[in-house]
C-alpha cells in the first residue's frame, strides 16, 4: 500500500532537503563518482585554481537545480510529473556530491553564496510548477539545456590535464542530457524566448559570482 503522507510529513522532508543540500549531505543513488579511478595530475597552483572556480560554479549550478525540482514538485498537479523531478533530483545530487568533492580535493571552497542560489531558484521553481506541468517540463528540459552549454564550455576552458575534473564535467553532461530529452519525451514544450533569455541572464550572474566567491 502506498503511503499517504500528511502536509507536515511534505515540509519536513523539504525541510530536510534543503538542509541536506546546503550542508553538503544530499542523499545520491550511490553511484561512484567518475573521477574515483582516476590518478590526480600535476597541476600548477594557477591550474588548480582554474579547476576549482570552474567546479565551483558547477557546484553552484547543481544546488539551484536542486531548488528547482524541490519548488516544481512542490506545486506540479501531475503525480508522473512530481516523480520525473524526483528522479531527475535524485541523480543531480549525485552531482552535487561529486561537484563538493573535487573542490574541497583541489582545497578550495564552494560558493558562499549557495543559500542565495538556493532561495532563488526555489521561488523560480514553484512559479514554473503553477504555470501548468507541460510548462513546468518544458523548464526542466531548457534548465538541463543551458547546463550542457555550460559544461561545453567548462570542458574547453579546463587544464588539459586535468582527467579527474573532466571526467566527472562529461558524466554531468551526459546526465543533463537525458533529463532533457525525458522531459521533452513526457510532454514538455519550448519556453517561450523572452523566458529563455531571462534564464540565461539570471544563469550568467550566478556563474559569474560563483567563479569568485
Same mark, same amino acid.
Not at 98 to 109: D, M
Not at 112 to 121: H, K, M
Given at each position: 500500500m502506498e503511503r499517504i503522507y500528511s502536509p507536515a510529513d511534505k515540509l519536513i522532508d523539504h525541510a530536510d532537503r534543503i538542509l541536506r543540500t546546503l550542508a553538503g549531505h544530499a542523499k545520491t543513488t550511490g553511484r561512484p563518482d567518475p573521477a574515483d579511478a582516476i590518478n590526480e595530475a600535476d597541476l600548477s597552483d594557477e591550474e588548480v585554481t582554474l579547476s576549482a572556480r570552474l567546479m565551483?560554479?558547477?557546484?553552484?549550478?547543481?544546488?539551484?537545480?536542486?531548488?528547482?525540482?524541490?519548488?516544481?514538485? +512542490?506545486?506540479?498537479?501531475?503525480?508522473?510529473?512530481?516523480?520525473?523531478?524526483?528522479?531527475?533530483?535524485?541523480?543531480?545530487?549525485?552531482?552535487?556530491?561529486?561537484?563538493?568533492?573535487?573542490?574541497?580535493?583541489?582545497?578550495?571552497?564552494?560558493?558562499? +553564496?549557495?543559500? +542565495?542560489?538556493?532561495?532563488?531558484? +526555489?521561488?523560480?521553481?514553484?512559479?514554473?510548477?503553477?504555470?501548468g506541468d507541460k510548462w513546468n517540463l518544458g523548464f526542466l528540459a531548457e534548465t538541463e539545456k543551458q547546463a550542457v552549454h555550460h559544461i561545453d564550455q567548462h570542458l574547453e576552458q579546463l587544464p588539459a590535464s586535468d582527467d579527474k575534473t573532466r571526467a566527472i564535467l562529461q558524466q554531468m553532461r551526459d546526465d543533463e542530457m537525458q533529463h532533457a530529452t525525458t522531459a521533452i519525451e513526457h510532454g514538455g514544450v519550448a519556453l517561450p524566448i523572452p523566458v529563455k533569455k531571462g534564464m540565461q541572464l539570471i544563469s550568467k550572474i550566478m556563474t559569474k559570482s560563483s567563479f569568485w566567491v
Open positions: 565551483r560554479i558547477n557546484h553552484a549550478g547543481e544546488v539551484a537545480a536542486q531548488a528547482l525540482y524541490q519548488g516544481q514538485s +512542490l506545486t506540479a498537479r501531475n503525480k508522473g510529473v512530481q516523480q520525473k523531478l524526483k528522479q531527475a533530483a535524485e541523480e543531480e545530487n549525485d552531482h552535487l556530491a561529486w561537484c563538493r568533492q573535487r573542490v574541497n580535493e583541489l582545497g578550495k571552497h564552494t560558493s558562499r +553564496l549557495d543559500p +542565495l542560489w538556493y532561495v532563488g531558484s +526555489l521561488s523560480i521553481g514553484a512559479a514554473a510548477g503553477l504555470a
